[in-house]
């Protein structure tokens, strides 16, 4: 599940490259979509909350399945605190919080990892959220990870996805598989049963940004 291996410097300046791009992209799709939403829509109805995930559990893992991975995950929203060039008032995805993870293969090798949650979005009884890199042992510190979380509310399993498990692929000018910059808030679907512990998802409508 972790990666040891290091990039060239030419897939370095190609994340680069699509980096800057991404961010142009989503400045301006973030524009479209304000600008696009319906005169009626209807904000929040809990606006004195904030969207949050917590919790701490053990993950079945497909290609990994004797494996023992575990999360711990503490991150709320705090829409329009990051401001960044380009978007003075920053997203309303803006976050904090930590996440904490492990994996211990069967063969008993074990690496973990701390990350500084940017970015949450929720929807119903799922979130999304990124993390930067700030102790590890098998990321690199800096590179940003996605998380998927959906909250079965007792209702079956909890589920969670991470962007370096399955999806996140791209391919450089050789044709040659890398895996590429996470974007925030981006990952895949929450592909993991949770076997031990629980999430728990408190989703809240997007707001506008302040006037």
């Known amino acids: 599940m972790f990666r040891t291996t290091r990039t060239t410097h030419t897939t370095r300046t190609t994340r680069s490259t699509r980096t800057a791009v991404a961010a142009a992209l989503g400045a301006l799709a973030l524009t479209a979509l304000t600008a696009a939403a319906p005169a009626g829509a209807t904000p929040s109805t809990d606006t004195t909350a904030a969207a949050r995930v917590n919790g701490s559990a053990r993950i079945h893992y497909a290609p990994s399945p004797n494996d023992d991975i575990r999360f711990t995950i503490d991150a709320e929203g705090v829409p329009y605190t990051h401001p960044v060039p380009g978007l003075p008032t920053g997203l309303p995805t803006d976050a904090r919080g930590t996440v904490h993870f492990s994996h211990r293969t069967a063969s008993g090798d074990f690496r973990e990892a701390d990350a500084t949650v940017d970015c949450l979005a929720t929807g119903g009884p799922v979130a999304t959220l990124s993390a930067v890199i700030t102790k590890s042992n098998g990321i690199p510190v800096g590179e940003r990870i996605g998380l998927s979380i959906y909250d079965a509310h007792g209702h079956g ?52 940004a302040p006037s």
């Open 157 to 208: 399993r909890d589920r969670l996805g991470f962007s370096w498990g399955v999806a996140n692929m791209d391919l450089d000018k050789d044709g040659n598989p890398y895996q590429p910059v996470v974007g925030t808030c981006m990952a895949p679907a929450p592909f993991a049963p949770v076997t031990r512990g629980t999430f728990t998802v408190h989703s809240v409508e997007l707001t506008d």
